[in-house]
Each structure stands twice: as structure tokens, then as C-alpha cells.
């Protein structure tokens, strides 16, 4: 599934939860995980830190928050 261009309201949520597992590569270890970067944020709770990523994204080339995912090293956790 292609996160980017599917229909996420259309997608039952137990397989929208394991593509993001896969996106995110959550069964490798910490240091093969996806890492954030210009066009990924991941956001623990929806708040101000959450709005500011979406307005650096808007004001640049875009890209995905992922929230309700931590991070630790940049990483996701």
C-alpha cells in the first residue's frame, strides 16, 4: 500500500496500521528504522509542535507527520 496516493479513509484501520508498521520498518532494529528528515516528522501527540511541522511542510517541498509515533534519535520508535 502506498501511503502517499491510497485512500486512507477507505482503508480498514488493522491494514492501515500494518502498512505503517512497514513504513516506518518497526520489526528492524532501532538503527535500520526509518529516520526523520525533511519530508517525514513524527509527532508522539497531536499539539503545537504537530502544527508547526505542518506549516514548515507547507512552506517547503511537503512531506508525511506521522502522529502518535515517537522517536528516539530521530528514528521511529
Known amino acids: 500500500m502506498d501511503l502517499c496516493t491510497e485512500d486512507l479513509g ?3 484501520a488493522s491494514e492501515l496500521f500494518s502498512a ?4 516506518l520498518r518497526t520489526d528492524e532494529l532501532a538503527a535500520d528504522r526509518l529516520e526523520e528528515g525533511y519530508l517525514i ?3 508522539r501527540e497531536w499539539g503545537e509542535e504537530a ?5 514548515a ?4 517541498f511537503g512531506g ?4 502518535g509515533v ?4 530521530g528514528r521511529a520508535g
Open 57 to 60: 511542510f507547507t512552506n517547503t
Open 20 to 23: 505503517v508498521e512497514e513504513f
Open 51 to 55: 502544527v508547526k511541522s505542518i506549516a
Open 10 to 12: 477507505a482503508v480498514p
Open 70 to 73: 515517537s522517536d528516539h534519535g
Open 64 to 67: 508525511i507527520l506521522l502522529v
Open 41 to 43: 516528522d513524527f509527532k
